[in-house]
């Protein structure tokens, strides 16, 4: 598994933004999807290429790289997942989308599935799941349970924040799954946010508290 917190100072000076008080529901979300996007470019640095023959400007034929191999489908996490989406198509603008709604129990802190539609052809594809905390992870192990059941079986995860302790239950039940974030934060507290965190991102992102 790899675990890669992404430390380009666009990602780290964006994330600073993001964790002020007070901030807009405009702002965080336009921030959100601004990391998302700088989040893709990192986690799809090594997709495989391979040479393709086109006919450029002059009619010559020349050789050019393209992206080669399993096609992505993002799979975003309702609500807050929502947030990040349009900075992920900006640059995987073709990609198809599986939904997936799961919203974390306050008391119990367990993840509640109540929607998935997920792309027929998954098995065929990288499911990228994006969502912008991972706390207890609990929610990204349920979903990447979802995913395999269907017969996905290479996952990646972008997130604007992890906490330490999602990262190790995840890395224990699901290895084979690489983790792309912001930032690896301190803790959780006793409810189970993150430290320092951001917040609820959900109702950052959708203006309900
Ligand atoms: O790692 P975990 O402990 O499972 O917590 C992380 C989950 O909690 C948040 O969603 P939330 O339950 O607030 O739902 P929402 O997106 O509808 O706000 C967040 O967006 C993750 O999906
Ligand atoms: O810190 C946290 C933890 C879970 N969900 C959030 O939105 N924020
Ligand atoms: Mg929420």
Redesign the pocket.
């Known amino acids: 598994m790899t675990v890669k917190a992404i430390q380009h100072p666009l990602v780290q000076h964006k994330l600073g933004l993001l964790r002020q008080k007070d901030l807009s529901s405009k702002d965080f979300r336009e921030l959100a999807s601004e990391v998302s996007n700088l989040l893709t470019y990192e986690a799809t640095r090594d997709l495989a290429t391979e040479t393709a023959e086109i006919k450029s400007w002059n009619s010559s034929i020349i050789k050019t790289n393209k992206i080669k191999g399993k096609k992505i489908t993002i799979v975003p996490i309702l609500r807050?997942g929502l947030g990040m989406l349009d900075g992920v198509l900006k640059l995987i603008p073709n990609a198809k989308i599986s939904v997936v709604g799961l919203y974390?129990d306050e008391e119990t802190l367990q993840p509640v599935a109540y929607f998935d539609k997920v792309v027929k052809d998954v098995s065929d594809r990288t499911a990228l799941i994006v969502d912008?905390?991972l706390?207890t992870g609990g929610t990204l192990i349920a979903t990447i349970d979802l995913l395999k059941q269907k017969g996905c079986t290479n996952i990646m995860g972008l997130f604007l924040?992890a906490a330490p302790e999602g990262i190790k239950a995840v890395q224990e039940i699901h290895p084979d799954v690489d983790i792309y974030t912001a930032a690896i934060d301190e803790c959780?507290n006793e409810k189970?946010?993150?430290l320092p965190?951001?917040?609820?991102?959900?109702?950052k992102i959708f203006g309900t508290r």
């Not at 965190?197 to 109702?203: E, F, I, M």
């Open positions: 807050a974390r912008p905390m706390a924040v959780l189970g946010y993150i965190g951001l917040g609820d991102a959900g109702d």
